[in-house]
């Protein structure tokens, strides 16, 4: 989580807005998968909206990562057109795309300056933008919550987190009303899922501006598993369109003019967004091909996604080869244990230091396998909504996945000890969970900066020993710290030690730990691996 800022939109104001924005879809995008029943009632509009704020993020962090090499840092206005830019790129869904139209009306007033009256216009001219994008806009959705936000925000002053207060209030209070003004969410018991989603990105503007999440929340609706009959007879109905065409699209205004028309005498649902030669296409359809053909006509179309509505699933491209039955995927932090997770059958993908796999990858990675069933192995807790977003998006294409809670690489070494491909599927994830759970996991790490942690106040250069997270010791020798850890770990019982080794680790670490635990724990094994360039020193699993 980011440290919570001051009282300035600034970059880093803006890099934490994105990340907790993304956390809090994150918790939240299955409850909005659950409520979405408009325009079409496919459950997907909260992993759409969480995988439109990681592209803002990852566009965000680019230009972080960018500047962090030259030492310099990024300007404001680099900032929310890279926000911007990233959510147009990577927009999903309906109201996907909406938020990234929000957004870039955003940033356009924001790029000039970052105070309370900023905020307040460019809430307003993301409304209108928004409203401008959606060829035939409905009140009681996503573009009703935006108007309500922009309305409250003209009224609220001049401080930045008056504003953003007054905005994700204003949000609120409109979100509770969209059953009101439309007669699907009524029947169906629910608020607009577009419109929730956005609240919870305004509320996470209010926390990286005021260092606080606001006080009141949406209020829970009952789930939709299915489309309920009642809701049925709304636009959602089962005679609409058959397919969702996305796309973006390089093409200039007028040609965009013109493919606005084509498109929307061909289906519903068309928004189309963007600007200055680059636009992100979305329209419900029954002719994908004659969807696709328009932008074709227009410009240069890529990126090309077609959704099949009355499947439930989007279409994979047909595979040469006739897909195995099961196979592992797993996130590792080195070179190492890529190679021992591939020699035990495991695809794997590579978290490298300060850059996680994005939930794309996640996918591409569980199409790699290219298996009917996949166990996904996150081996990090800041991966767990990342992981869920691209298992969900999986799912969609027809894979069946199970997602095991890993939180360290140690307890996916422990899961794929288990694993036998000849069980069934819930067997076997259920032995690979509980392998993972029985393994408790530790780590050293060289503290950065002096700070506060649950073992004390540590200084620039100490050494620290981490259990399940939290830093448990402090010491100045790695060896030492490391061999304190191992004692800590082990107080409570066990019978396997895993010990991972970055390659800059010392050569006789793992020979000192190994006889360490030898010599005072007769009935315990050590397994010694070695992880390649990890961020960590050393990682410790205890079974």
Known sequence: MPEKLGRDLDPAAVRAWCALALDALGRE????????????ADGDTGTNLYLTVEAARQAVEAVFAAHDADGTAPAPADTVRALAHGALIGARGNSGTILAQLLRGMAEVLARGCDGNHLAEALRTASAAARRAVAHPVEGTILSVAAAAARAAAEAGSTLPAVAGAAYEGALAALEDTPGQLDVLARAGVVDAGGRGLVTVLGALVEALSGEAPARAPRPRR?????????????????????EVIYLLEADDDAVARLRTRLD????????????????????VDDAGAAVEAGVEAGRPYRIRVTHFAAGAARPPAGPAEPAQRAVVAVVPGEGLAGLCAEAGATTVLALPGRPPASGELLDAIRRAHAREV????????????????????????????LVP???????????AVHEPGRRFDEDVVAMTAAA???????????EHRSFTSAGVCQAGDVLGLIDGDVAVIGHDLAETARTLLDRMLSGGGELVTLVLADDAPPALADHLERHVRDRYLAVDTCVYRGGRQQAPLLIGVE
């Open 375 to 402: 166990v996904l192995l996150p081996n990090s807790t800041e991966l767990r909504h990342t992981a869920a977003a691209a298992a969900e998006q999986a799912r969609a294409e027809g894979v069946r996945v199970a």
């Open 437 to 447: 759970g029985a393994t408790r996991h530790g780590e050293l790490a060289v503290a």
């Open 223 to 243: 789930a939709v598993s299915s489309p309920p009959a009642a809701a049925a007879a709304g636009p959602c109905a089962a005679g609409g369109p058959a397919y």
């Open 265 to 284: 005498g061909l289906g519903d649902s068309l928004v189309v967004v963007g600007g200055d030669g680059l636009w992100n296409v979305h329209v419900h």
């Open 29 to 40: 995008r299955e409850e909005i998968d659950a409520i979405n029943v408009y325009p079409v």
């Open 406 to 416: 890993t939180r360290a690489a140690v307890q996916g070494i422990a899961a794929l």
